[in-house]
């Protein structure tokens, strides 16, 4: 399902929510050094530390120390992802585009306190519509964003045209369903999950009772897409848009129906330096392995490397 907005009118509502959000975030998954871990670990085999950080060392152990001298991000946020790579001497430079002017000037503080500023190049505009010649970049960068574009085809295709010859296509990024209507079996799963769970796993003192529900439902569609138009508008098409574009890339599932559907706004509740907790947690993370292998449960995340 699609916005019918305007154009215009869809990026400024997308930009006032990433704007809020920027400032009053509530910690997801990715916030939890032990989820994080894991992912890192199915990507390149060790449980390496830092978000993303897994296919990085991915990209190191198939290119080598190739740098890619000029890169491109669309909806970087921070940027601060496209900063690290920028220190692990993956690409050379960046120019990111971002629609939430908030963030933007989070991440010019960002670049300047690391000393990259000459380095990182931050636009508030709609990268497809900047003008980037066809075969002109060298890395185009999609983390946790590609979810975000309209029409995600037509943002992979666009991805392809501007890469020069041997560029990278980089991804790292939610691939479930659009709108966040999971499948009938992952929300049997979750449901499940949750009522195994003791009490103090749900808690959450955002809502009015102070924990989370123990059924899992699908949020309604048109008031998700009306709290931010952007929010997997287009997502379930990323993965075949990508095999159309890309037949020869490297891509790994990297699962997400425990950890970032059971366990949504319950993971403050899982505490890094309790025993107990990284336990369960450790347990969780093994089922969210083997509903990979479970037909009709949808991985929520991928992550994907191609050249050109």
């Known amino acids: 399902m ?10 400024r509502r997308i930009a006032a929510h990433w704007d809020a959000a920027a400032v009053n975030n509530c910690p997801g998954w990715w916030a939890h050094p032990r989820i994080v871990q894991h992912v890192n670990a199915r990507v390149c085999g060790r449980p390496v530390k830092g978000t993303s950080r897994g296919l990085m060392e991915k990209v190191k152990e198939l290119f080598g120390a190739q740098v890619w001298d000029r890169g491109v991000s669309v909806g970087c946020g921070s940027g601060a992802k496209e900063m690290a790579m920028m220190d692990a001497g993956i690409v050379g430079a960046f120019t990111l585009y971002e629609l939430s002017p908030v963030r933007v000037e989070q991440g010019r503080a960002l670049a300047e306190s690391r000393g990259l500023q000459d380095r990182v190049e931050f636009r508030i505009q709609d990268a497809f519509k900047a003008g980037i010649p066809d075969g002109s970049v060298d890395f185009v960068h999609w983390n946790n964003s590609l979810h975000h574009m309209m ?3 037509v943002a992979v295709a666009w991805s392809y045209r501007i890469l020069r010859k041997g560029g990278m296509f980089y991804m790292d990024d939610f691939i479930g369903p659009t709108r966040f209507q999971w499948s009938d079996k992952a929300l049997e799963l979750c449901t499940a999950v949750r009522a195994s769970l003791p009490e103090k796993y749900l808690a959450n003192l955002r809502r009015p009772d102070g924990r989370e529900p123990v059924r899992v439902r699908r949020p309604d569609p048109v008031a998700f897409a009306r709290q931010d138009p952007s929010e997997a508008a287009d997502s379930d098409r990323i993965m075949p848009a990508l095999r159309k574009f890309f037949p020869g890339a490297w891509t790994m599932r990297t699962g ?9 706004h319950c993971i403050q509740n899982f505490n890094p330096g309790d025993p107990d907790d990284t336990a369960l947690l450790d347990g969780l ?14 991985s929520h995340y991928a992550v994907a490397l191609a050249c050109k």
């Open 2 to 11: 699609t916005s019918q907005l305007p154009p215009d009118e869809q990026a």
């Open 151 to 153: 029409d995600t085809p």
């Open 256 to 264: 997400g129906v425990i950890y970032n559907c059971a366990l949504a």
């Open 285 to 298: 993370l093994v089922v969210d392995d083997v509903a990979l292998e479970i037909p009709g449960i949808e």
